[in-house]
């Protein structure tokens, strides 16, 4: 069983940083891919970006490319959303997920088997 939980989340202008973290506890944090999803209000969940197991390789959605940078510190067990230039279509609860398969990044959400309960983003204009 795998326990993520998200904070940093927050209200914060457009051009606005915030950071988020997710704090995994429960098995080995090194031993999964971790990504970050986001549902903006009346919509689908969306992928934002996913890091593999050792912080090597990132990918991330277009709409957040360049502005947003995901890392990992293993020997904290805690993942991070650095968001930058932020802007209002930004706002969303959003999500940190594990896949456990440990398998190749992806945006699809059913490949993730543990999710966080979510942190609030709010970004005003």
């Known amino acids: 069983q795998v326990q993520l939980v998200e904070s940093g989340g927050g209200l914060v202008q457009a051009g606005g940083s915030l950071r988020l973290s997710c704090a995994a506890s429960g098995r080995t944090f090194s031993g999964y891919v971790m990504g970050w999803f986001r549902r903006p209000p009346g919509k689908e969940r969306e992928f934002v970006g996913a890091i593999s197991r050792f912080g090597s390789n990132t990918v991330y959605a277009d709409s957040v490319k360049g502005r947003f940078t995901i890392s990992r510190d293993n020997a904290k067990n805690t993942l991070y959303l650095q968001m930058n230039s932020l802007k209002p279509e930004d706002t969303s609860v959003y999500y940190c997920?594990?896949?456990?398969?440990?398998?190749?990044?992806?945006?699809?959400?059913?490949?993730?088997?543990?999710w966080g309960q979510g942190t609030q983003v709010t970004v005003s204009s």
């Open positions: 997920a594990a896949d456990v398969q440990a398998g190749v990044l992806t945006p699809r959400p059913n490949q993730y088997d543990y």
